[in-house]
């Protein structure tokens, strides 16, 4: 049985990676300091651990392998890009901490996801110095840039997903895959009202783009907007072959200005893909959707089914935490179906290296 430890363990990616696979494996031990997302852990695993702060964690246990996403805010260009050199008290820095407690318990494997802008020239020496302390420790690197929407989840994310593994066993990434859903797929059937913009505000917005003197200029290239105020869709890229590939097409934003377009209340049509999912913090931060001609934001469940959880797993977390830590959590989780593909090159059914 493969015994896991999930630092920075979030809503349990790893766990449920693995349970997906039916590999047999124990949790033996979770270390997540954010007290709403332990909640949700263990209303989905059945387990009753508490918050951990990984500064202080010093346990002598037996590990196979070992999963962590450490933080990413500040190598994300959607941060301030404090950086994560160590000892710099940032909160990406605390991937120096994982490679404190491997030196420790020595597991088989070590799976590190974060942003890609960790490749970066500003951020780079910290991920070199990461492989360079694991390979000084005995293991070898294996990296590469993984986009969700090439395992079967319709979300542009991509992420660095580095595999280590004590001694010298090769290891190849996943192939990709051909996406078959679009964001309207993992839309819910029914929506409560809660999640749609007022009248009021949808007529404003319509009016806004019936004037033609209002058009919005900040708007992305290429983008048009008819008459009657509903927009055009983004011109998608086509395939070599002439196949459709999906894109994420922003319509437009809800805060837009002739002179600016704002994040928060974009629009986006929901026959390509989601865009990557943040945290979703403060006003408007979860991706809008067009439906019957009036706008509304993403549901939590809609955003855990493109973080490749079930309904089955929303609904026990839902039980335990509001909306806003719900949406928090979907964005700091991974990509279980990237897992998922991983994990099957990584091990067979027994959990051994293959």
């Given at each position: 049985?493969?015994?896991?430890?999930?630092?920075?363990?979030?809503?349990?990616?790893?766990?449920?990676?693995?349970?997906?696979?039916?590999?047999?494996?124990e949790?033996?031990?979770?270390?997540?300091i954010d007290k709403y997302t332990v909640?949700?852990?263990?209303?989905?695993?059945?387990?009753?651990?508490?918050?951990?702060?990984?500064?202080?964690?010093?346990?002598?246990?037996?590990?196979?392998?070992?999963?962590?996403?450490?933080?990413?805010q500040d190598f994300s260009l959607a941060g301030k890009q404090a950086g994560g050199d160590e000892g710099s008290?940032?909160?990406?820095?605390?991937?120096?901490?994982?490679?404190?407690?491997?030196?420790k318990l020595?597991?088989?494997?070590?799976?590190?996801?974060?942003?890609?802008?960790?490749?970066?020239?500003?951020?780079?020496?910290?991920?070199?110095?990461?492989?360079?302390?694991?390979?000084?420790?005995?293991y070898t690197n294996y990296y590469q840039v993984l986009n969700a929407k090439d395992y079967g989840i319709p979300q542009n994310r991509e992420r660095v997903f580095t595999v280590s593994i004590l001694g010298n066993e090769s290891f190849e990434f996943p192939p990709k895959q051909e996406l078959k859903l679009k964001l309207k797929d993992m839309l819910e059937d029914e929506v409560d009202e809660k999640y749609y913009l007022s009248d009021?505000?949808?007529?404003?917005?319509?009016?806004?783009?019936?004037?033609?003197?209002?058009?919005l200029g900040g708007m992305q290239e290429h983008q048009s907007i008819k008459k009657d105020g509903i927009c055009t869709t983004l011109t998608s890229s086509m395939g070599t072959?002439?196949?459709?590939?999906?894109?994420?097409?922003?319509?437009?934003?809800?805060?837009?200005?002739?002179?600016?377009?704002?994040?928060?209340g974009s629009v986006y049509d929901d026959n390509g893909l989601s865009p990557?999912?943040?945290?979703?913090?403060g006003g408007w931060r979860q991706p809008c959707i067009e439906n019957n001609l009036k706008i509304r934001k993403l549901t939590p469940k809609e955003c855990w089914r493109l973080m490749g959880f079930d309904d089955e797993d929303f609904e026990k977390a839902e039980q335990v935490n509001s909306d806003t830590q719900l949406y928090k959590q979907a964005g700091n989780s991974i990509v279980v179906n990237v897992l998922v593909e991983i994990f099957k090159n990584l091990f067979d059914k027994e959990g051994e290296i293959k």
């Open positions: 049985m493969l015994k896991v430890l999930e630092l920075f363990g979030g809503i349990g990616a790893c766990s449920n990676a693995l349970k997906r696979l039916n590999i047999p494996f949790i033996v031990d979770y270390v997540e909640k949700s852990f263990n209303a989905i695993y059945g387990t009753n651990f508490e918050p951990q702060d990984i500064t202080t964690w010093d346990k002598d246990i037996e590990v196979d392998l070992i999963m962590h996403g450490s933080p990413c008290g940032t909160r990406s820095s605390l991937m120096y901490e994982t490679l404190r407690i491997v030196e020595r597991p088989k494997y070590v799976v590190w996801e974060n942003v890609k802008n960790v490749l970066s020239e500003k951020h780079r020496h910290n991920f070199d110095n990461y492989l360079a302390k694991m390979e000084c420790l005995g009021e505000i949808t007529n404003r917005i319509k009016y806004k783009f019936n004037n033609e003197n209002d058009i072959g002439g196949g459709y590939v999906p894109m994420v097409s922003r319509k437009y934003g809800i805060f837009d200005t002739e002179k600016s377009t704002h994040q928060a990557t999912l943040d945290t979703m913090q």
